[in-house]
């Protein structure tokens, strides 16, 4: 059931399903999108872990438009509601921009309370061109409607798959210009502080087992960069799915729950 809790002034929306002991599961979403992202996987990943969804500020069910944030807020505003519920150590398990607010709570409380990481569908390029583009469209209010639906299909690409088709439909609404616009100007300027999620990663000055799960795009040089990240730094992994979206935890939850097992089975007893 969602919930909600006041967080330094900040109202935030989340469940908390489960009881088993060693880490917990911090489910984080993409712009734009709730908690429901996930319900596919909580199935799955409750009957071994404590799951927490948390829902950004303003994307819970009161979708009224708030102030202006960041991923710095998101992360404090995350940390907040995780230390109200008595959370000693957990794993996030991030989809798309979601990931940066897990690479920042790691860096923030180090690999002794966030001992792994999963990131869902990053981008870990620097920004290609279309898509900085398509940040830029959804920061103009005289175009950011076509830019949103343009991203909308990209993410899409042309699936039938159901589940993924209602998400999109019938439970990521209720942002207009104010909640995109930010989307875009909060993505651009991650990418132009670190370059890319890899460039992020880098930089964590505590490595720990971090993994990327993804299905696209369908390139070689992606593969390959991700090959030659791992070679570099051996605490990072990735699993290529063969999904057609950009939503793998909710077009393949269940596979998308033994990444994250898998990933927990990593890391080094202390």
Same mark, same amino acid.
């Given at each position: 059931?969602?919930? %909600? ?48 969804? !948390? ?8 979708? %009224? ?120 100007? !909060? ?27 993804? #299905?696209?795009?369908? #390139? ?18 990735? %699993?290529?799915?063969?999904?057609? %979206? ?9 596979? !998308? ?6 990933? !927990? ?6």
């Amino acid at each position: 059931m969602i919930t %909600t809790m006041t967080v330094d002034g900040v109202q935030i929306a989340f469940d908390d399903q489960g009881h088993e002991p060693g880490p917990a599961l911090v489910l984080l979403n993409g712009w734009g999108h709730d908690h429901r992202a996930f319900d596919g996987m909580v199935p799955y990943l409750r009957e071994r872990h404590r799951v927490i969804r !948390v829902c950004w500020r303003g994307h819970g069910p009161d979708r %009224t438009p708030v102030g202006d944030f960041g991923v710095e807020e998101m992360t404090s505003d995350t940390i907040g509601l995780l230390d109200a519920l008595e959370v000693e150590s957990f794993v996030p398990v991030s989809h798309a921009h979601g990931g940066w607010v897990a690479l920042d709570m790691a860096e923030r409380l180090g690999s002794e309370r966030v001992p792994a990481a999963l990131l869902l569908d990053l981008i870990m390029t620097p920004a290609p061109p279309e898509f900085l583009a398509a940040l830029r469209g959804i920061q103009d209010p005289a175009q950011w409607k076509a830019g949103r639906d343009a991203l909308v299909r990209s993410w899409l690409a042309d699936t039938t798959n159901q589940a993924v088709l209602d998400h999109v439909r019938y439970q990521s609404g209720g942002h207009g210009f104010d909640m995109w616009a930010r989307a875009g100007r !909060v993505i651009e300027n991650a990418y132009a502080t670190w370059s890319s999620p890899m460039g992020r990663m880098e930089r964590l000055t505590d490595p720990r087992p971090i993994r990327h799960v993804f #299905s696209h795009p369908k #390139s070689a040089a992606y593969d390959t960069l991700h090959e030659e990240f791992r070679g570099r730094h051996p605490w990072f992994s990735y %699993t290529r799915l063969d999904g057609e %979206t950009h939503f793998p935890g909710i077009e393949l939850p269940e596979q !998308v729950a033994a990444q994250v097992f898998d990933l !927990v089975a990593t890391i080094p007893a202390r």
